[in-house]
Nanobody, 115 residues
Framework: QVQVVEFGGGLVQLGGSLRLSCAAS????????MGWYRQAPGKQRELVVV???????NSADSVKGRFTISRDNAKNTVYLQMNTLKPGDTTVYYC?????????WGQGTQVTVSS
């Protein structure tokens, strides 16, 4: 059984910051990549930023310079520091864990940016 749990969503003012955390546990074996996606109602889930086991990252243009991902391999945990938040960042954020065989997803955490 694999569990992926996110923490840290909430309400923040325009220009503010939030930090999301995601911890993976269970029979995951070797994790290749961990990252964050987001999905607005009626839209496809989109990449926010991912980080592989070597520390290389891939992020959406819309968050470059504002969002930073980091990872603790020993704890199977990934963090997303979100700065200079905009109303367009309002949506549900999902943690993704990929072990080379399949993806595991968290339940999602709501981020709301108020103007």
């Amino acid at each position: 059984q694999v569990q992926v749990v996110e923490f840290g969503g909430g309400l923040v003012q325009l220009g503010g910051s939030l930090r999301l955390s995601c911890a993976a546990s269970g029979s995951i074996y070797s994790i290749n990549a961990m990252g964050w996606y987001r999905q607005a109602p009626g839209k496809q889930r989109e990449l926010v930023v991912v980080i592989n086991s070597g520390g290389s990252t891939n992020s959406a243009d819309s968050v470059k310079g504002r969002f930073t991902i980091s990872r603790d391999n020993a704890k199977n945990t990934v963090y997303l520091q979100m700065n200079t938040l905009k109303p367009g960042d309002t949506t549900v954020y999902y943690c993704n864990v990929h072990n080379g065989l399949r993806d595991y997803w968290g339940q999602g955490t709501q981020v709301t940016v108020s103007s």
